[in-house]
């Protein structure tokens, strides 16, 4: 699926120069020429990549990124700027950045870094689920490894965002599960086609979502996976 990405730059001529690169390479690529209008069309489009300007109108590149990480969005982030010094390098390095260039640029270069970004980005992804354990909580178990559900020892088929959402409940572990948070994750997943293979049932449909609304941990019994994470 093609990956997306988010400039955030306040020169029209040089975001809109990159766009159009990065769109030959097969991006989906939008623009915010202000750290505010970046902030809104990150939580609405949840882009795979986000190529951020430090000195911006309003609200500049560092509060855009600590904005972000203190919210829990692990979008990578490549810091594209005229900054040079090594005092900005490290301060966006410590507030999250992924990557960071400065202006001038060489054009093949950063868009070596953004493939390179990516493919990081899925690499983490993937090791992450083959290494985690199973969740279990009462007759419910979820097996990362292998994206399989079980309830009393039975596989359950998901749609893909409701497997997404019930493993990040799990991964929740006892902390309250914010609605936006959760959903973060679960639409990052999504435009991504990590699960394309998985198949709905009608089993999973027009259930009661139960206790969906609580994190994982509870102490109620969850009776079925699906009536968990139905009806999103």
């Not at 001529?13 to 623009?31: K, Q, S, T, Y």
């Not at 810091?79 to 202006?103: N, S």
Request: glycine share 10%; net charge positive; hydrophobic share 35%.
């Amino acid at each position: 699926m093609t990956s997306r990405i988010l400039i955030v730059e306040d020169n029209d001529d040089l975001a809109r120069g990159l766009a159009n690169n990065l769109e030959i390479e097969g991006f989906a690529v939008e623009i915010a020429h202000d750290g505010t209008r970046g902030l809104e069309r990150l939580r609405a489009s949840r882009p795979d990549l986000l190529i951020l300007d430090l000195m911006l109108p309003g609200m500049d590149g560092y509060r855009v990124l600590s904005t972000l990480r203190d919210n829990g969005d692990d979008v990578p982030v490549l810091i594209l700027t005229a900054r040079t010094e090594e005092k900005d390098k490290v301060r966006g390095f410590r507030e999250g950045a992924d990557d960071y260039v400065t202006k001038p640029f060489g054009l093949l270069e950063l868009i070596g870094r953004v493939h390179a970004l990516l493919r990081r980005a899925k690499t983490a992804r993937d090791r992450i689920e083959r290494t985690e354990p199973p969740f279990k909580f009462g007759n419910v178990e979820v097996v990362p490894g292998t994206h399989d559900v079980f309830v009393d020892g039975t596989p359950v088929n998901l749609r893909p965002k409701e497997y997404d959402l019930l493993l990040a409940l799990f991964r929740r572990r006892g902390s309250v599960a914010g609605r936006r948070s959760v959903g973060l994750r679960c639409r990052r997943r999504e435009q991504n086609g990590r699960h394309s293979h998985w198949r709905a049932t009608e089993k999973a449909r027009g259930r009661s979502s139960g206790a969906a609304a609580h994190s994982y941990g509870s102490k109620k019994r969850i009776p079925t996976s699906a009536r968990l994470i139905s009806r999103l």
